[in-house]
């Protein structure tokens, strides 16, 4: 039986709405037929990055921007039923991850005997009683709550995915996700998937770059390309304590800001903004090459997705610290670069909707494999 799903997704880079409409058959293999983008405004945007962070009633305006996300996502859907000529009722479900706004898994309330662990939470914004209200589709999301309540870290969630479309019966496979944080999947024949979060993607490069050109990114790396890496910067954000831990683990924004980055720069402020952003970019490759050296040294191929994978000084940095493997674009495998993620969420509400695990206790640590996701009927 063939059905359509809708993905979108809006993550950490805070650009905006990605969406795809894909076909999937009985055995869950994803065809995509559409991709659609709708970009958020300063404001909005600017109202994003605030909520990463405590502030006067929050509580309301997370409530509001919810709605919004709800309003954005569902401009995407219609936008992608119009490309693919078909109407609600031809869609099963969309798969809605939201706007991550805190993810701070296994903290805060466990008890010191260890006999009641943590939870922590994981907040993603979105209305989906509106976005199917708006839809008239039936919506699946909330997708990681479910894998912190069984002890999980609830990310990354695209390990499973990666591992349908882009692993090889006869070779270890990497696959690098850089968006607004970057994380790896590690596909070896014959062992359990595993994948984490390697550290900052395109986050802190995006937020230097704005603040000094004004430009929401770098285009094509071509600024930090005309810069100098500065190696005492570089080696004291290497140091960070996250990029030693051992996986499973995830991070985000709430670790990774521009307070973050802000505290380092104090103790380097004779560096041009230009040499900072050429250190940043080189930060993202080494964090990542890093990962890859030490987890997947046996990989014949890189395949590199999210924005990150169209920065072609990011991309050469790669290369140059993994030339032992082919560094390659998703695009090369049948599935462009900032399509992967929503295509994700689609493949991941298909399983929801079909009652299937979706969670890998091998990337998340959790107790075992859960249906993920809430669904909100239209």
């Given at each position: 039986m063939t059905e359509h799903f809708i993905g979108l997704m809006s993550g950490t880079s805070l650009d905006g709405a990605d969406g795809v409409l894909a076909r999937m058959d009985a055995r869950g293999q994803l065809q995509v037929q559409a991709h659609a983008f709708v970009a958020f405004d300063a404001p909005f945007k600017a109202e994003l990055m605030a909520l990463n962070q405590?502030?006067?009633?929050?509580?309301?305006?997370?409530?509001?921007?919810?709605?919004?996300?709800?309003?954005?996502?569902?401009?995407?859907?219609?936008?992608?039923?119009?490309?693919?000529?078909?109407?609600?009722?031809?869609?099963?479900?969309?798969?809605?991850?939201?706007?991550?706004?805190?993810?701070?898994?296994?903290?805060?309330?466990?008890?010191?005997?260890?006999?009641?662990?943590?939870?922590g939470y994981t907040i993603q914004l979105i209305n989906p009683s509106l976005l199917a209200e708006l839809t008239g589709i039936d919506v699946v999301a909330d997708f990681r709550s479910r894998d912190l309540a069984a002890g999980g870290q609830g990310a990354p969630l695209v390990p499973a995915f990666h591992h349908g479309v882009f692993a090889q019966a006869d070779a270890c496979v990497a696959v690098l996700n850089i968006g607004g944080i970057s994380n790896l999947s590690v596909l070896k024949p014959g062992t359990l998937v595993t994948g984490w979060d390697c550290g900052p993607g395109n986050a802190l490069m995006d937020?230097?770059?704005?603040?000094?050109?004004?430009?929401?990114?770098?285009?094509?790396g071509e600024w930090a390309a005309a810069g100098h890496i500065n190696a005492p910067l570089l080696a004291a954000l290497l140091a960070d304590p996250f990029l030693q831990r051992t996986p499973p683990k995830s991070t985000g924004r709430d670790l990774f800001?521009?307070?973050?980055?802000?505290?380092?720069?104090?103790?380097?402020?004779?560096?041009?903004?230009?040499?900072?952003?050429a250190t940043l970019t080189e930060y993202t490759a080494l964090a990542c090459a890093n990962d890859v050296k030490q987890h997947a040294n046996e990989a014949a191929s890189l395949v590199v997705?999210?924005?990150g994978a169209l920065n072609g000084h990011l991309m050469r940095r790669l290369a140059l610290h993994l030339p032992l493997?082919?560094?390659?674009?998703?695009?090369?495998?049948?599935?462009?670069?900032?399509q992967v993620e929503a295509a994700a969420f689609a493949w991941l509400a298909c399983k929801t909707m079909r009652r299937e695990t979706a969670s890998l206790p091998s990337v998340t640590g959790a107790r075992g494999a859960r249906v993920l996701g809430a669904i909100y009927p239209r």
């Open positions: 405590s502030g006067p009633d929050e509580l309301h305006r997370s409530a509001l921007v919810g709605n919004q996300i709800a309003r954005h996502y569902a401009t995407v859907v219609h936008t992608l039923l119009q490309q693919a000529g078909l109407r609600s009722p031809n869609i099963t479900a969309i798969g809605a991850h939201g706007q991550t706004v805190r993810h701070r898994p296994l903290e805060f309330d466990g008890d010191a005997t260890r006999q009641q662990p943590a939870v937020h230097w770059c704005a603040t000094h050109t004004g430009q929401p990114f770098d285009q094509d800001n521009p307070a973050w980055l802000a505290q380092h720069l104090q103790n380097h402020a004779d560096i041009t903004a230009i040499d900072v952003q997705c999210g924005g493997l082919k560094v390659l674009s998703s695009e090369t495998r049948g599935l462009p670069p900032l």
